[in-house]
């Protein structure tokens, strides 16, 4: 653990009386030490010293809330995001289960998803474990906050394996003359390629790690941009959403709007607006799925209510 210390010089002018005792009350004994604690003032002008020992630097600031119980009603909120999110993953493998049958599914759209959540996984995981880049980010935002959460890990590490889990379902289960495209396929080696290139990049020096990371979640964000796109124009293709739970949609669209919540709930309460910017992915996604989702409702039910599929 690395500690930074201060001695602090305070000095009382025109006491009358002695015997006056200063005590100091510290809220977050975990994170800030103060001693003496207790310091016995006598009459007169006196100078007294004491030593104030922040267990992390910059820790401190960002860890004093206005409420104590917007702190509690954030945990609850993170919470119920996540349990939407990966909830939302089961109706549709309950439905390719259930029929045996991947037909309605975009392929591309899940290559580019598994894509998306490995790379927001090295973000999440090296920003909530990794002390290192917990530094690299205590330096460049010396006031915030990590903006990764318990729940935000247990998000993604779940959000993974169902992906990999549905990509298996699309080995074994009937799929028509469905695959993955030539442009999605394109895509992912780009991006693999990308990553190739900054981790040599870091190697040589000429890139933080922090920064490399970020541009992982970037990517996650720019595939949650395109990754709606194919199954949106499938969609409208077979002029059904046949295939495509509407469940999930549902509950996608229900941990966006928590997750917005909660990033906008933590900025008030720890006055760290700049919070947005440290996790700039989590609030773009909770926008984006909002978007997206909303207008696979308006397929679902306005569009193509009562349709049926055409095999692709």
Same mark, same amino acid.
């Given at each position: ?49 004491? $030593?104030?020992?922040?267990? #992390?630097?910059? $820790? ?99 959000? $993974? ?20 495209? $030539? ?10 390629? %990308?990553? &190739? ?40 293709? #077979? ?20 997750? &917005? ?25 909770? &926008? ?6 909303? %207008?696979? &409702?308006?397929?679902? %039910? ?11």
């Amino acid at each position: 653990m690395t500690c930074s210390n201060r001695g602090v010089t305070t000095v009382f002018s025109n006491l009358n009386n002695s015997g006056v005792l200063l005590s100091f009350d510290v809220l977050q004994e975990d994170l800030v030490y103060v001693y003496p604690r207790k310091i016995l003032l006598e009459a007169g002008n006196k100078t007294y010293h004491f $030593t104030i020992e922040v267990s #992390r630097k910059n $820790t401190f600031p960002s860890t004093y809330t206005k409420k104590k119980i917007l702190d509690i009603v954030s945990q609850i909120i993170g919470w119920i995001f996540i349990i939407s999110w990966g909830s939302s993953f089961y109706p549709q493998l309950y439905s390719n289960y259930e029929r045996k049958c991947v037909i309605g599914l975009n392929f591309d759209y899940l290559a580019l998803n598994i894509v998306g959540y490995i790379s927001f996984a090295a973000f999440i995981l090296n920003l909530y474990f990794n002390l290192e880049i917990q530094d690299e980010y205590y330096e460049r935002y010396p006031r915030g906050q990590i903006p990764v959460k318990l729940n935000d890990v247990v998000y993604i590490l779940h959000g $993974t394996l169902a992906i990999f889990v549905t990509i298996g379902q699309c080995c074994v289960f009937e799929r028509g003359h469905q695959k993955v495209s $030539t442009t999605a396929k394109s895509l992912v080696t780009l991006i693999v390629s %990308f990553y &190739i290139t900054c981790v040599a990049l870091e190697r040589l020096k000429f890139l933080k790690w922090l920064d490399f990371l970020y541009y992982c979640s970037y990517v996650k964000l720019a595939i949650t941009l395109l990754k709606y796109i194919p199954q949106a124009y499938m969609n409208y293709k #077979r002029k059904s959403t046949s295939g495509w739970s509407i469940a999930l949609v549902f509950l996608d669209l229900n941990g966006g709007l928590f997750s &917005i919540l909660q990033m906008m709930l933590d900025c008030y309460n720890y006055d760290d607006w700049v919070s947005i910017f440290g996790n700039p992915t989590k609030f773009g996604l909770g &926008i984006l799925n909002a978007l997206f989702h909303s %207008f696979f &409702i308006i397929q679902h %039910f306005v569009f193509y209510k009562d349709s049926a599929y055409t095999m692709i």
